[in-house]
């Protein structure tokens, strides 16, 4: 990605980028769908019959906390329902990184916070003043690879969040604001959050209740991959109906899963 200041040339190779992900990436990769009454209208998870806005969940976090922990969510694309998309997120976070692997991922978060760098802002009516990603409650050694991509790539300051001090293990997907300790922030900060993967949504959604805790008045969270499960029939009926014959498009907003606000 060109760090040129002509915005002209940025634009040329961000276009290139964007290319290059719906030709790579076009056969295996599948935009969400944000749609009332079919989708969770928080993590984008098929609803089950009878369901009309959230799944289950996301509505235990909304009724447990009162509110909703991310103010938005966005999601670039689905996976787990293809062995490629499978193979992406775990490739690009391996022992030994898949190197084609790290630069889908790349070229993933590129398109998702330039070419739509200003999408969570005007949803928000508030700028954007922080970033962060979220960190592994494993306490793997040295730096988690979505760090070291989005650091190239996001605007504006990082704000660095660390495993809480006594996490439970077995309680490591519940939410909870003490999974993670983050600075004292400085009211009014809009913190774009980012993770790798949401299954259960327990990570991002304790990472947002924790930056909640320290005084974030906007949480936006953006995560690369929604993951389902092929087998729950939900999954597999919204595939069959929708998505099963699209193809991937770099020109879909991650937040509205349509057109940009």
């Not at 597999?236 to 193809?247: E, G, K, N, Q, V």
Request: charged share 20%; hydrophobic share 40%; with cysteine.
């Amino acid at each position: 990605m060109s760090t040129s200041s002509d915005p002209v040339a940025a634009l040329t190779a961000l276009r290139a980028v964007e290319s290059g992900v719906a030709r790579e990436a076009g056969g295996y990769l599948r935009n969400p769908v944000s749609e009332p009454g079919l989708t969770c209208a928080v993590c984008r998870r098929p609803l089950d019959p009878g369901a009309t806005a959230l799944c289950p969940p996301c509505a235990s976090a909304e009724r447990t906390w009162s509110t909703r922990l991310s103010d938005r969510t966005g999601f670039i694309t689905y996976a787990g329902i293809s062995d490629q998309s499978t193979r992406l997120m775990y490739g690009y976070k391996a022992q030994a990184p898949v190197p084609e692997h790290t630069r889908m991922m790349t070229l993933l978060l590129v398109v998702a916070l330039k070419a739509h760098a200003r999408c969570p802002a005007v949803l928000a009516e508030a700028p954007v003043t922080r970033w962060c990603t979220v960190p592994s409650l494993s306490r793997r050694g040295g730096r988690h690879p979505l760090n070291a991509i989005v650091s190239g790539i996001a605007r504006g300051g990082e704000l660095r969040l660390e495993p809480g001090p006594d996490v439970d293990p077995f309680r490591a997907r519940d939410i909870d604001a003490s999974h993670f300790a983050v600075p004292p922030l400085d009211p009014g900060q809009h913190v774009l959050l980012i993770d790798d993967t949401w299954t259960s949504g327990g990570h991002a959604q304790s990472a947002a209740a924790a930056l909640k805790v320290s005084g974030a008045s906007q949480v936006s969270t953006l995560v690369v991959a929604r993951w389902l499960r092929s087998d729950y029939p939900a999954t597999a009926a919204l595939w069959r109906s929708r998505i099963a014959t699209s193809t991937y498009r770099t020109g879909t907003c991650p937040w509205t899963s349509g057109g940009c606000p």
